[in-house]
């Protein structure tokens, strides 16, 4: 269970998916097998997922380490990493337009709620935010808020704040050691839990001000029931997964963010215990596949460490300084905690 199988996790995930994102699953399975790809795509390529999830974590090391964050600090750092990623050559990995447009405004100087997307609820939203769950020293408060703030300042929609925060405390709580049987109850109570609060002092007074909502929580809770929603197919589904099945045909494609999750959350419910089965599965679904395993590889990750990966991916997948960084960190932070 560590911070680095995390960070490590998403991006092997995020490359084993890579050349699979935009092909059918027929086409996946005729290429690769039922069980999908069970290696690194050539030369260990990412794509945006783990770009946009280092910038995340980059933005979080900027941070005093161990205090709590601060949400003004922590916005700048977050903006900052975003619009460096967006200008970056490297930036050439199909990145989502929501991504795109959001920066553009933000890079135009335009305030981050007026330059957030409002109506996207794209995996975007989520798929960079499993750095924020690794943290060490801070409340669960404030995993929820800047979780949901990272989400925030490009997809205004409340179901990706919502999803984000989910997709955050699954991977804190699996590498803190929750058993995989307890994942899904969690949090689906979660959704229940969270379901009428506004993180006003991380979102601000703005946000919440859509068409049809008359209050902040009024605006939130749908996020959470639309979560709550795909929870709930995904509780039915992992009882007996067929799995010569495409995972999407249970819970969505994974273009938006709570089908992202629980598709993931699918994946890695089949094979909590076998990391590249989990991958490969994840890479074999005619959705969003990169994105799908990106995430499965952050849950498996968390729970079972990089020793679990086979031993020749580490030094074969881009960026593994900057993930070896970010995880090393953060897990001397846990230790010391312990
Ligand atoms: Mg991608």
Redesign the pocket.
């Known amino acids: 269970m560590t911070a680095t199988g995390s960070m490590f996790g998403l991006a092997f995930g995020?490359c084993v998916?890579?050349p699979t994102?935009f092909q059918r699953f027929e086409e996946i399975v005729r290429l690769y097998g039922p069980a999908g790809p069970k290696d690194l795509s050539q030369g260990g390529y990412?794509?945006?997922?783990?770009q946009m999830a280092l910038a995340v974590a980059e933005a979080l090391l900027d941070q005093p380490e161990g205090t709590d964050l601060a949400v003004e600090p922590l916005t700048g750092s977050l903006i900052e990493h975003f619009l460096a990623w967006a200008i970056s050559p490297d930036n050439n990995?199909?990145?989502?337009m929501t991504c795109l447009r959001a920066c553009g405004h933000l890079g135009n100087g335009l305030p981050w709620p007026e330059a957030s997307q409002r109506g996207s609820k794209g995996c975007g939203a989520n798929?960079r935010v499993t750095p924020i769950g690794l943290l060490p020293h801070v409340p669960d408060t404030t995993v929820a808020g800047a979780a949901q703030l990272q989400a925030a300042l490009t997809h205004g929609h409340a179901t990706a704040l919502a999803a984000s925060d989910l997709t955050a405390f699954a991977t804190r709580w699996l590498l803190r050691g929750m058993a995989p049987s307890d994942l899904l109850p969690a949090l689906r109570e979660r959704c229940q839990e969270q379901r009428r609060v506004y993180h006003g002092d991380w979102l601000g007074d703005d946000l919440w001000r859509v068409p049809l909502r008359d209050s902040p929580e009024e605006f939130i809770e749908h996020g959470w029931v639309e979560c709550g929603m795909v929870l709930g197919v995904l509780a039915k589904a992992a009882e007996n997964p067929d799995p010569a099945l495409d995972p999407c045909d249970y819970t969505g494609e994974g273009w938006i963010a709570e089908e992202a999750l629980a598709t993931a959350l699918l994946c890695f419910l089949m094979y909590p215990d076998e990391p590249v089965r989990a991958l490969g599965r994840a890479a074999a679904t005619g959705g969003?596949s990169?994105?799908i395993a990106?995430l499965a590889g952050a849950f498996v990750g968390a729970r079972h460490g990089i020793e679990a990966f086979p031993s020749d991916w580490p030094e074969r997948i881009e960026y593994r300084d900057r993930l070896a960084r970010a995880g090393g960190v953060w897990d001397a932070g846990w230790e010391r905690a312990a």
């Open positions: 995020d998916g890579k994102e990412v794509t945006d997922d783990t990995r199909a990145p989502g798929m969003d990169d994105s990106a």
